[in-house]
């Protein structure tokens, strides 16, 4: 069951694999931002953080993208242009990791946008209508136009296999290197042997020739990372984004 947050907060659906008992039932697939900024947002159920991984699955292969008329070619290019010209950004939202990280390698790069917007989506439209310059977005919204846009970099410590010639913003700023993960997470009062059932299956699915095709045709990495893996994948998130709050004065 999927529960976006919106009008009634953030993270409900974390919120109730918290509430959930401990018996492996109800297991919690999230995103980075619920293990790395939950605990840190006032929400009771979240801290201290009450959940143990079972191990990452999934990289989202997000980007950083421009229109095909656009006067760059690479990140570089769009840090020199917008020294003297006004370039706009559109994100899902100013507190997610991706916008964060957009902004942060623009403070590196010695530019800032001259303003940004939210969007419900960003997608081929998005550019071509010209409402914004720039977006950062998952690669499979442009895929239908990938051949007339222009990615500039993507979020993360490895390529993306569908864009192999673009670097991603660890290359280009190795402080902020964050990856746009999603794992398995269950409550810390669930038994070790259950946890060991739910991992043997969910590796060997996630591994699988169907999720590995899927894995080919999105751009996404999909793969298997251990628990202790993913607790020090936390860990250096954690310090990585405290830096990046930094850099944005936060």
Known sequence: MNKPGGSGGPFPGAIEVANAPADGYTIGSFIIAILVVGPQIGIPELNPDPFEPLGNFLTYPFVIAAGANSPYDDIQGLADHAKSNDVVLGHFGAPLVPTKVTMGLAKEMGFSFASDAAFDTLDCNTLASGDVDVINTTLQLILPCLGDV??????????????????????????????????????????????????????????????????AETGALVYWQSADE????????IETLGHIGKVLGN
Do not use: Y
Not at 182 to 209: C, W, Y
Not at 231 to 236: C, E, L, M, T, Y
């Open 150 to 215: 222009k990615v500039l970099a993507s979020v993360g410590s490895e390529r993306i296999p569908l864009t192999p010639n673009t670097p991603t913003v660890a290359e280009i700023a190795p402080d902020m290197n964050v990856s746009l993960w999603n794992g398995l997470f269950v409550h810390k009062d669930t038994p070790q042997d259950v946890r060991e059932k739910i991992i043997a299956v969910a590796s060997k699915t996630v591994m699988s020739e169907r999720a590995q095709k899927l894995a």
């Open 230 to 237: 993913v607790k020090a994948q936390i860990a250096s998130d």
